[in-house]
């Protein structure tokens, strides 16, 4: 039961923050370009890692 009165809150205001930055996002002018080559540097190194067992 104590989980659940931590974890609730926890997961509402995550809910709210995301619905915040959804919000956000959308009313922003955002180089989708650069993001998608940003996050793709980013899984890249993932998989390099997970692939070579390096770094």
């Known amino acids: ?14 809910w709210m923050l995301l619905v915040k930055l959804i919000g956000d996002i959308k009313k922003a002018n955002v180089d989708w370009t650069g993001v998608t080559t940003i996050i793709g540097f980013i899984a ?6 997970h692939v070579t067992g390096m770094g």
Do not use: G, H, S, Y
């Open 44 to 49: 890249l190194a993932f998989w390099l890692r």
């Open 1 to 14: 039961m104590i989980r659940l009165v931590i974890i609730l809150p926890l997961v509402v205001i995550a």
